[in-house]
């Protein structure tokens, strides 16, 4: 599996340091809003955990599972696989996602959400990718930008692999093309 990654874009020791202090501020800007993190699986899923563990306020969380991606494009259609269990009508809503690439996923999912009239969506990304956006939506917090590259690791995937990597790496080319 390391043999698989060209580079090393983000360490362990930086996501640790990074996440701990978007939570921080998470914790500073929602006191006493009893937010709910929704966090949009699959890719999400170690990022929110350790985000979580640096928040500091009362809140809940939910997942939902939402796909556009076939293999290593955005097909553009947006599928809901799983749906919030909670109702999120009043509550303050916080998006958690692995990375914000073209825009298109979390586009459409915030405007699925408005619909439930929530106090307030704010997205929250472990890492933002500017190069490739498609669709008018940004990120409230962001811990990285990075580069247009291929990258897995810490709960990103290629074909379902790579997600146990501690770091994010980017992946040789030609273990995709």
């Known amino acids: 599996m390391q043999n698989d990654i060209e ?11 990074k996440v701990a202090e978007v ?5 500073e800007d929602f006191r006493d809003k009893d937010p709910i993190f929704v966090g949009v699986l699959k890719g999400c ?26 293999g290593t494009s955005s097909t553009g259609a947006v599928k809901i696989n799983k749906d919030l269990s909670e109702d999120i009508e009043g509550r303050h809503v916080i998006i958690v996602e692995d990375i914000l690439d073209s ?11 408005m619909n439930r009239r929530p106090a307030s969506i704010t997205i929250v990304t472990l890492m933002d ?6 669709s008018n939506v940004y990120a409230d917090y962001s811990c990285f930008e990075v580069p247009d590259a291929f990258v ?7 074909n379902e692999h790579y997600r146990n990597l ?11 093309s």
């Open 152 to 158: 897995v690791g810490y709960g990103l995937d290629y």
């Open 103 to 113: 825009g298109v996923t979390l586009h459409y999912l915030k405007g699925y959400l």
């Open 45 to 70: 899923f170690i990022f929110m955990a350790d985000l979580m563990r640096h928040v500091d306020i009362n809140c809940s969380m939910d997942f939902m599972a939402v796909s556009s991606y076939s």
């Open 129 to 134: 990718k500017p190069a490739r956006r498609k």
């Open 166 to 176: 501690p770091y994010i790496g980017v992946l040789k080319p030609e273990i995709y």
């Open 7 to 17: 580079s090393i874009l983000i360490s362990a020791e930086e996501i640790e340091a």
């Open 23 to 27: 939570g921080r501020r998470i914790t």
